[in-house]
């Protein structure tokens, strides 16, 4: 009784009122505000503050409401891995994804997903900070780049590769450049994150020279600098995955594609050990390799052919 007090409990808190709550599960609102009560009293503390517009916790209930969230979902968890040999996975599953891909390549991708696998409810999270998988709740994060001294699993789907590219409108108004040293005379785009000013380039002698990018524009969001590039307002290098679409699209040319010196990175799925065990884990690990491990955004021989780009800046 005392699993299902805590479970009415974190359902109220993430829903925001009894009321709410009552419908999840199946109650009455007084039902819920009456096993809520009956946990407080077990506990000797005051966890929810009660006003007329919402529910508020005390000190003690965010306490309390942290440790409850991982028990109750590692007693879901629990009993669908007892069960999985009985049916299909099943279960709410949490991901967390970085946007480029989560955007880009992921997000399309989920329907066909869902449609194979009808008793997985999704939690999708889009976002570029690295969450703390047990503080989150997240079953998986897919992450870009190395990922450093993780505690936990990580496996990787694919390696991502950057391009260098800009709008045939930009290239028709300034001009295309023929060598990393006719940077300096073009409007370039730049994600604010360590590195990412630095683009290298193969020397003629097999040595790699890297040109320090005086962008033009600085932005800390990649969505933000394709659809700068896209709009004409300068060359960008960003991954792949974010330029594959308007590159396909014509929107965005590769320039100095010759000459780039690609440094390919990992893109991986990161979890807590052990919870690949998980049927709906498991499944959706399958389905990243699946769908993903063969990059099927690559821009497989894309090069910087001049006679290409003057077309396409002439278009």
Not at 85 to 109: E, K
Not at 134 to 163: F, M, N, Q
């Amino acid at each position: 009784m005392e699993a299902f007090d805590m479970r009415v409990f974190v359902r109220a808190m993430e829903r925001g009122s009894f009321s709410a709550a009552a419908a999840d599960l199946g109650l009455s609102p007084s039902a819920v505000s009456k096993l809520v009560s009956r946990l407080e009293d077990r506990l000797g503390v005051r966890l929810i503050v009660r006003t007329t517009r919402k529910l508020a916790l005390t000190p003690e209930g965010e306490i309390y409401l942290a440790r409850s969230r991982q028990i109750v979902a590692d007693i879901d968890d629990a009993e669908a891995e007892v069960t999985r040999g009985r049916g299909a996975p099943r279960g709410r599953l949490r991901v967390n994804s970085g946007t480029a891909f989560g955007l880009h390549q992921l997000a399309p991708a989920l329907a066909g997903f869902l449609t194979r696998y009808p008793e997985i409810d999704l939690e999708l999270s889009i976002t570029d900070r690295m969450v703390d998988l047990a503080e989150d709740h997240a079953d998986i994060a897919v992450r870009s780049g190395k990922v450093a001294d993780s505690p936990h699993v990580v496996r990787k789907i694919t390696d991502l590769e950057r391009v260098i590219c800009a709008a045939p409108s930009y290239l028709a108004r300034r001009g295309t450049p023929r060598t990393p040293s006719d940077l300096a005379e073009h409007d370039c785009i730049v994600v604010a994150s360590p590195g990412l000013n630095r683009w290298p380039f193969r020397a003629r002698s097999g040595a790699i020279d890297v040109v320090e990018i005086g962008a033009r524009v600085v932005t800390d969001d990649a969505e933000a600098a394709i659809r700068l590039a896209v709009a004409g307002a300068g060359i960008i290098r960003l991954a792949d995955v974010i330029c594959a679409g308007p590159i396909n699209a014509g929107e965005l040319v590769p320039v100095l594609a010759e000459a780039h010196h690609v440094e390919p990175f990992p893109l991986s799925a990161v979890y807590l050990a052990g919870r690949h065990r998980l049927p709906k884990v498991r499944v959706f690990l399958d389905f990243l390799s699946e769908r993903f491990a063969h990059a099927p955004w690559r821009l497989d021989g894309l090069r910087s052919d001049p006679t290409a780009l003057d077309e396409a800046a002439q278009a």
